[in-house]
Nanobody, 123 residues
Framework: QVHLVESGGGLVQAGGSLRLSCAAS????????LGWFRQAPEKEREFVAS???????YYTDSVKGRFTISRDNAKNTVYLQMNNLKPEDTAVYYC?????????????????WGQGTQVTVSS
């Protein structure tokens, strides 16, 4: 089991940037996959990005070229750098983790979740 805590959310104008962090505890992240999901008001939670233990990354189409997921195993932390933010990126962003390395894009693929951090992009 791994405990996840997100931080870095906030209010930003369209075109701005934010970097979300997800600090893991309870075990090292060296051999696990991590993902970011988001949930906008009255919408289902959706996949944003994931990174395998090997460093392979995957993104949903709407964030490709704007968001970058990365991991720092020494700090046991995964990051989501978000650039050129748009109002439609407004959501609560969740960090998730699971064992193994693969194209994990579904909520059901993950068994560890953080509490979420709010990102609001104003127009």
């Amino acid at each position: 089991q791994v405990h996840l805590v997100e931080s870095g959310g906030g209010l930003v104008q369209a075109g701005g940037s934010l970097r979300l962090s997800c600090a893991a505890s309870g075990r090292t992240i060296n051999s696990i996959s991590l993902g970011w999901f988001r949930q906008a008001p009255e919408k289902e939670r959706e996949f944003v990005a994931s990174i395998g233990w090997s460093g392979s990354t995957y993104y949903t189409d709407s964030v490709k070229g704007r968001f970058t997921i990365s991991r720092d195993n020494a700090k046991n932390t995964v990051y989501l750098q978000m650039n050129n933010l748009k109002p439609e990126d407004t959501a609560v962003y969740y960090c998730a983790a699971r064992d193994g390395s693969g194209r994990y894009r579904s909520q059901s693929d993950y068994n560890n979740w953080g509490q979420g951090t709010q990102v609001t992009v104003s127009s």
